[in-house]
């Protein structure tokens, strides 16, 4: 492995919490392997537990695991430094190869950078990250380097565009799609789960081995106090802990203590009847939640002329996008099919029985969690279809 090389002028990294402990790993095992120490985010327990087994059948799991704590929340050059240590005999995956690259980018590391390049070409990940050879593109053109006085040529321009159209075209998948990560969120995957529900494709397109990582990464982020944080690293919100919790059980996740601890959390704050508005829609989309307790989210404003300002058209790219096909939802006040699990979660996360709940009241109920804003703030935003999570 060479040595960091020159450096480029790095981006500034946003700085992380201290990684906290988190008691949601592989439930059961006993005494604990190096995977689980590098889950719960004991850093340097793990790096050296991960040492004494390098023949461990879940070594390079555990190594990715420690890669990416190292990566969000330690030291890169910790896990630079991990990746120069793995043993011959340990054969990195696509995920080990991603989160050392990752660190070579923050740290501007060009030259270990491509190595660790040069190396997951050579160990095979062509499909899934790397998927020039497999295309036989030609990625080797010569690199162009101006200097102010330079002239710009139209060989110049046309190297530069081949160059970049190369390397866009290496990184496309072979459906057609270009991968991105969008982790931290922890209202995207319930979204995703919500739509195959609905659709009744969830068993389709998720295997059995998705499913089971999917609620492995769900318990993983719960905290102490039981709820789910909008973000990974955030307290606890009803709108994280809810859509969470609904995903658990969609899953078929049957009660456990950690959906137990959830329960308890968002029945002891309210109930899912305080969930901010963009839960109260999802909710009621599978059919947890009645539309009736949802504010008018009007489909006609689209019909309005753009040029007034209050066209939704108008309004930022993400409000926008969110909001057309809510008020499409809105409109038609779909429902999914009702489940007998449908039918279970809603005596499980509301404190009084479903046909009693009073929908005028929950329109405007929101948990206190959510409320950090001034009384009058909060209603100008609930009116202006402003998410309150």
């Known amino acids: 492995m060479p040595t960091p090389g020159p450096r480029c002028r790095s981006r500034s990294r946003p700085t992380s919490p201290p990684a906290v402990e988190i008691r949601h790993v592989d439930r059961g095992r006993r005494p604990c392997s190096p995977l689980d120490i590098a889950r719960a985010g004991v850093l340097a327990a793990a790096e050296s537990k991960l040492a004494t087994a ?11 695991a420690l890669l990416a704590a190292d990566s969000s929340g330690g030291p890169l050059d910790a896990a630079l430094r991990l990746f120069r240590a793995l043993p011959p005999a340990v054969h990195p995956d696509s995920t080990t190869f991603v989160l050392a690259l990752s660190a070579c980018a923050w740290l501007g590391y060009l030259s270990t950078g491509e190595f660790v390049k040069i190396s997951a070409s050579e160990a095979g990940y062509r499909n899934d990250i790397f998927y020039a050879k497999q295309k036989h593109l030609q990625v080797d053109l010569p690199a162009i380097k101006l200097v102010d006085s330079a002239e710009v040529t139209e060989e110049t321009i046309l190297t530069s565009l081949r160059k970049a159209l190369s390397q866009h075209s290496s990184l496309q998948a072979q459906d057609g799609h270009w991968a991105g990560d969008f982790s931290g969120i922890m209202f995207i995957m319930p979204i995703l789960i919500f739509a195959l529900h609905v659709t009744g494709t969830l068993n389709t397109v998720l295997s059995t081995e998705h499913r089971r990582e999917i609620c492995r990464y769900i318990y993983n982020h719960q905290n102490e106090d039981g709820g789910w944080g909008t973000q990974v690293l955030g307290p606890s919100t009803m709108f994280g802990s ?3 919790y609904v995903t658990l059980r969609l899953l078929d996740e049957v009660d ?9 959390w968002i029945l002891s704050r309210g109930s899912a009847s305080a969930i901010p508005q963009w839960g109260k829609i999802w909710l009621s989309v599978v059919g947890l ?6 504010n008018s ?6 019909l309005v002329p753009h040029f007034l300002p209050i066209h939704p058209g108008r309004f930022w790219c993400f409000c926008r996008l969110v909001y057309m096909p809510m008020s499409y939802l809105y409109g038609k006040k779909f429902v999914g099919p009702i489940t007998p699990t449908i039918l279970a979660i809603r005596e499980e996360v509301y404190s009084v029985p479903y046909h009693e709940i009073d929908w005028n009241k929950a329109r405007d109920t929101c948990a206190k969690v959510h409320l950090r ?14 998410d309150l999570s």
């Open 54 to 64: 390098p023949t461990a059948p879940s070594y390079i799991t555990a190594c990715n």
């Open 242 to 244: 809810c859509l969470n």
């Open 256 to 264: 456990n203590n950690a959906l137990t601890k959830g329960r308890a």
């Open 289 to 294: 939640y009645e539309w009736s307790g949802n």
């Open 297 to 302: 989210i009007i489909p006609e404003l689209w």
């Open 373 to 386: 804003r001034s009384s009058l703030s909060t209603v100008v935003a609930s009116k202006c279809y402003l």
